[in-house]
């Protein structure tokens, strides 16, 4: 079973998302914190695999501070931001700090789970909202640049969900040279996560 943790300085929040986390098959939430000094403080106990975390937290850092701060403990880590803010600079913020998803608080509990498998997956999840808004800012960016076609490849393949090491094993190559690959394309597309080449290919395909 995948094991998550809720940050979010709100006790309801807290309650709602554990309970809907712990009403799934797949995943068990392990812990919830009000903030992420504690939660760096228990990151080596609990060791999930997903954190769902809110970007105006109280304390030192906020969530987007905190993302920096989690993925340097734990880097296989992925981490979602649940907030009620839409704003461009935070959702770009957080995308750029490594989170690879990012959802509205009201997300119901089917959705939750779906976000939650998706991530498993390799995906990126963002809410509607999200999704639209970050898209509309792509349409405004210049034409795709041109890429190889080793380097198309891999991009429809993160595209698609798979992993580094389902790549390498699909294209007959190493792990190090997709990695190689995907810094390439980072490059080329101006981004800096796979979630934002994610989101940037398929604005251009609309």
Same mark, same amino acid.
């Given at each position: 079973?995948?094991?998550?943790?809720?940050?979010?300085?709100?006790? $309801?929040?807290?309650? /709602?998302?554990? %309970?809907?986390?712990? /009403?799934?098959? =797949?995943?068990?939430?392990?812990?919830?914190?009000?903030?992420? =000094? $504690?939660?760096? &403080? @228990?990151?080596?106990?609990?060791?999930?695999?997903?954190?769902?975390?809110?970007?105006?937290?109280?304390? &030192?850092?906020?969530?987007?501070?905190?993302? %920096?701060?989690?993925?340097?403990?734990?880097?296989?880590? @992925?981490?979602?931001?649940?907030?009620?803010? &839409?704003?461009?600079?935070?959702?770009?913020?957080?995308?750029?700090?490594?989170?690879? !998803?990012?959802?509205?608080?009201?997300?119901?509990?089917?959705?939750?789970?779906?976000?939650?498998?998706?991530?498993?997956?390799? !995906?990126?999840?963002?809410?509607?909202?999200?999704?639209?808004?970050?898209?509309?800012?792509?349409? &405004?960016?210049?034409?795709?640049?041109?890429?190889? $076609?080793?380097? +198309?490849?891999?991009? +429809?393949?993160?595209?698609? !969900?798979? /992993?580094?090491?389902?790549? %390498?094993? =699909?294209?007959?190559?190493?792990?190090?040279?997709?990695?190689?690959?995907? @810094?390439?394309?980072?490059?080329?597309? @101006?981004? /800096?996560?796979?979630? $934002?080449?994610?989101?940037?290919?398929?604005?251009?395909?609309?």
């Amino acid at each position: 079973m995948n094991t998550v943790v809720v940050i979010d300085d709100q006790v $309801e929040v807290r309650d /709602s998302f554990t %309970a809907m986390i712990d /009403s799934s098959r =797949e995943f068990s939430c392990v812990a919830a914190y009000p903030n992420c =000094e $504690e939660a760096l &403080h @228990h990151l080596s106990d609990d060791l999930p695999d997903i954190i769902l975390m809110d970007i105006n937290i109280p304390g &030192h850092m906020t969530g987007i501070d905190g993302v %920096a701060l989690l993925k340097a403990q734990l880097p296989d880590v @992925h981490i979602v931001m649940i907030t009620v803010q &839409h704003d461009q600079e935070s959702v770009f913020s957080s995308l750029r700090a490594g989170a690879c !998803g990012y959802l509205v608080k009201e997300v119901s509990s089917d959705a939750l789970v779906r976000a939650l498998r998706e991530i498993m997956q390799g !995906g990126s999840p963002m809410s509607m909202s999200i999704a639209r808004m970050v898209v509309e800012h792509f349409q &405004h960016r210049p034409p795709v640049p041109e890429l190889s $076609e080793r380097q +198309q490849q891999i991009l +429809q393949k993160l595209c698609e !969900g798979k /992993s580094n090491k389902a790549i %390498a094993d =699909e294209l007959f190559i190493t792990v190090a040279t997709v990695k190689f690959h995907i @810094h390439k394309i980072y490059e080329a597309l @101006h981004v /800096s996560s796979k979630a $934002e080449a994610i989101v940037y290919m398929k604005s251009d395909r609309l």
